[in-house]
């Protein structure tokens, strides 16, 4: 069975900085591409970004603020999260097991999912 565990979430002040951890079990993560996610309240989950080969793509908001890597001897991805904005205020999520390659970054596109780890940005 294939499990993504999410921590490392919390309460952060704007500006502030989190790292985001995603723990797998019965996957290698560096077999296959990785991704973050993150869905804030009444709105749709949304893409942050992924590694897949040693690259690393991220959103247009993210770009240069939040860095995803992998630590291949812990089997864990990380987002470092940093300048954070009151309005990334959200559910972050990890997935893994990309189903077909190109065609972008769609959640339809990955096959696993963790429970998900909430980051609260607030003055």
């Known amino acids: 069975e294939v499990q993504l565990k999410e921590s490392g979430g919390g309460s952060v002040q704007p500006g502030g900085s989190l790292r985001l951890s995603c723990a797998a079990s019965?996957?290698?993560?560096?077999?296959?591409?990785v991704g973050w996610f993150r869905q804030a309240p009444q709105k749709e989950r949304e893409w942050v970004g992924a590694?897949?080969?040693?690259?690393?793509y991220y959103t247009d908001s993210v770009e240069g603020r939040f860095i995803i890597s992998l630590d291949n001897t812990k089997n864990t991805a990380y987002l470092q999260v940093n300048n954070l904005k009151p309005e990334e205020t959200a559910i972050y999520y990890c997935?893994?097991?990309?189903?077909?390659?190109?065609?972008?970054?769609?959640?339809?596109?990955?096959?696993?999912w963790g429970q998900g780890t909430q980051v609260t940005v607030s003055s």
């Open positions: 590694i897949e080969g040693g690259r690393t």
């Open positions: 997935a893994a097991y990309c189903r077909w390659y190109g065609g972008g970054w769609s959640g339809e596109k990955f096959r696993f």
């Open positions: 019965g996957y290698t993560l560096r077999s296959n591409c």
